[in-house]
């Protein structure tokens, strides 16, 4: 890679470390990192299959309490970064090199964990230094360390991306090129179940007796390869406004009666 190249990806990278603990514009987002590698490196394409199959992931992933979520910007960032390595060897297999950082992903995550508690430990005494800036009323003094508090999130992602930038793409393609057909094999089935959990475990959150049908519409509608992608967005779309129209209007019969507000709970209730 170019030295262009890395410094983008490198800002990327910060960027996405900060965003894991700003949570604003998203950019830890794997759909939002991946594609901006893959973009920053000349695999758009790539870069977009890549985040949407990691996305799928991601959507079960929520922070509880004092349960940290595994870290998405970290996953998302360093497994681009291998696919885009991969393919720049140039004799790598498209699919072989998507499957791997996704299968790849899941370890990157768990380790992003214990970057996050150790810049979380370096950050406790920068709470008593705005502390002590706050009791003198020194305002420009807080707003540097909580600064420097944030850039120490970007910092972690940051480093472990410029040291996987410096890998050579021949060594990557290399070792994804040795990999037996059964390994290579069952990391694309592995990958391809791994987003599928993920996305169970967002309809487990989500599934509710009102919620069901338009899932099984859905599923189906998913099915008719006629449909392209476009057409399933706009169809979700209209049954999602058919929905709220049909909610605001829930109970509201002529006879009177009133209801619970949702009109397929009703009916569900009545059987």
Known sequence: MSAITIMLIILVALLAGMEGILDEFQFHQPLVAC???GLVSGHLSEGIVLGGSLQMIALGWANVGAAVAPD???ASVASAIIMVLGLNGGTVNTQT???TSIAVAIPLSVAGLFLTMICR????????LMDGAAEKGDFRKIEIYQILGILLQGVRIAVPAAAL???PAESVTSVLN????????GMTVGGGMVAAVGYAMVINMMSTKETWPFFAIGFVLAA???LTLIALGALGVAIALIYLGLKEN???????????????GDILNDY
Do not use: F, K, R, Y
């Open 178 to 185: 040795q990999m037996p057909a059964w390994l290579s094999g």
């Open 35 to 37: 594609t901006l590698i």
């Open 72 to 74: 998405a910007a970290l």
């Open 224 to 226: 008719l390869s006629e």
């Open 121 to 128: 430990t370096i950050a406790i005494p920068l709470v008593h």
């Open 97 to 99: 090199a998507i499957s």
């Open 165 to 167: 930038c410096i890998v």
């Open 250 to 264: 829930g109970g509201s019969g002529n006879g009177g009666s009133t209801g619970s507000g949702d009109p397929l």
